[in-house]
């Protein structure tokens, strides 16, 4: 972490602060679909029971678990990376896996028709592009 009155600290912060957004927004989402996966699993047959995804609900919901819980690992990984060592290599990987999570949603929502919720994801989507630009090489 670089000393507040650095110049690195303005850009230091803007690296932490969407990675923990993205941790705590990816772990608490990916360990409710862990714990409750029969919950998620019958809301989600409903939710795409009139979609050309209705057959494929489980293996769906599997692979958001899986890419989920890794954005979450990922960026909270990151988070400790950039903490200790001002380092936004990890934080970089996480938030790029979070916006393939934020990407898979968007696209299920909008197979579903649900426009109101696929109207929400975009905010995210660009807290993840902001991350990912101040996390990215071009930035350093």
């Not at 909008?110 to 592009?129: E, H, M, N, S, W």
Request: contains cysteine.
């Amino acid at each position: 972490m670089p000393a507040l009155s650095s110049v690195r600290f303005a850009p230091w912060l803007l690296q932490t602060l969407p990675t923990a957004f993205l941790a705590i927004l990816f772990l608490q989402s990916g360990i409710d679909k862990i714990i409750d996966f029969r919950g998620n699993q019958g809301y989600l047959t409903q939710h795409f029971g009139s979609s050309p995804l209705r057959g494929v609900v489980t293996p769906m919901l599997l692979t958001l678990t899986i890419i989920e819980v890794s954005a979450g690992v990922l960026c909270a990984v990151g988070l400790v990376e950039l903490l200790v060592l001002g380092v936004p290599r990890i934080a970089f990987w996480g938030i790029t896996v979070a916006a393939v999570a934020f990407l898979a949603l968007f696209l299920g929502q909008r197979i579903a028709k649900d426009y109101t919720g696929a109207a929400v994801l975009p905010a995210y989507f660009l807290v993840a592009l902001m991350g990912l630009w101040m996390t990215g090489r071009g930035f350093r």
